[in-house]
């Protein structure tokens, strides 16, 4: 069994002497959803199975945030004919669980999450609004390491276990009466939900679109006339979207691995004043830094809500 990030390619492949097509089943949570027969090449046939797979992903935002998987069984027969033809050798099925998440170029083929307890974060530190309770994502018990409302700076959790330290992540407080903080969720590079905050100034921004036309204010009738407080150019369509520009706090290096995958996703939220509302990043470049080029490393980031202002939902 692997876990499998979907987002990357995820390659199943089968070969053997005299082997001329094969055909994959593919299940997605036990329902028998593809069926797909390819000829060989040279004895060999590879089915791609991440996109198709990775359509049975449904995210939605959740307090508790546990990483959306499928479970995927592929069952691979070999063919001594074209198209499916002649003697029929089943293989054993595999199976596998699929992550909304993605491998990275240098990572090589087919990237998959380690099956030993592991957090499913790159950064090490967190931070955090004084008193506040949040989670690091891991791919074991129910999904999540919660860490604790109580937690003061500095205070370091280790995963699996402290008997155990395989990986350390320390708690990082941000004391911000001015301005408060503003969580933002997102689904990571491993598929898994990961909360970070921002603090500091935050700046709200407005942007309205319209069509327009031009009317004939003309009057049919004796003599002719027009009304000068109508509009001859007229206004329709008007709508806007929002942004919003927040800023992160003084960073360490390894920060710049969780922005980058906060850019990098498809799925994002914003938690403000108690409400959650989807968002999308409309920043679209990082300038890495680092504490020995900038000393205090800090970044802005400006979102766009993912709805128009006017509600248009037919």
């Not at 003697?87 to 998959?112: C, H, K, M, Q, R």
């Not at 929002?242 to 498809?266: G, H």
Request: aromatic letters at 12%; glycine letters at 4%.
């Amino acid at each position: 069994m692997a876990n499998l990030l979907l987002r990357s390619p995820q390659y199943k492949q089968t070969s053997a002497v005299g082997m001329l097509s094969a055909n994959i089943d593919i299940s997605i949570d036990s329902i028998l959803r593809y069926s797909i027969t390819k000829n060989a090449i040279n004895n060999v046939v590879v089915f791609d199975i991440s996109e198709i797979s990775r359509d049975y992903i449904e995210h939605t935002f959740g307090q508790s945030n546990p990483s959306e998987t499928i479970a995927i069984s592929t069952t691979i027969t070999q063919y001594t004919g074209l198209n499916g033809t002649g003697t029929a050798t089943a293989l054993s099925p595999v199976s596998d669980v699929g992550y909304d998440g993605y491998g990275e170029f240098s990572e090589g083929i087919n990237p998959t999450i380690s099956t030993s307890q592991r957090p499913l974060q790159s950064n090490t530190d967190i931070y955090l609004p004084p008193s506040t309770a949040s989670y690091i994502p891991v791919n074991y018990g129910d999904g999540s390491f919660e860490t604790s409302a109580a937690a003061t700076d500095g205070t370091k959790y280790y995963i699996p276990s402290p008997s155990d330290p395989q990986y350390t992540f320390t708690i990082r407080t941000i004391c911000d009466t001015k301005f408060g903080s503003t969580k933002v969720t997102f689904v990571n590079k491993f598929g898994a939900l990961q909360e970070m905050y921002f603090f500091f100034k935050q700046q709200e921004t407005v942007n309205v679109t319209s069509e327009s036309y031009k009317s004939n204010l003309v009057t049919n009738t004796d003599p002719a006339t027009y009304s000068t407080t109508k509009h001859q150019v007229s206004t329709y369509n008007v709508n806007a979207k929002e942004t919003i520009s927040l800023n992160t706090p003084f960073v360490t290096d390894n920060y710049n691995l969780a922005l980058e995958q906060l850019l990098l996703s498809e799925h994002i939220w914003l938690t403000k004043d108690g409400t959650t509302y989807p968002i999308a990043p409309k920043t679209k470049s990082l300038q890495k830094k680092t504490n020995v080029n900038d000393r205090l490393v800090q970044y802005t980031m400006e979102f766009e809500y993912a709805f128009d202002k006017i509600n248009n939902v037919r």
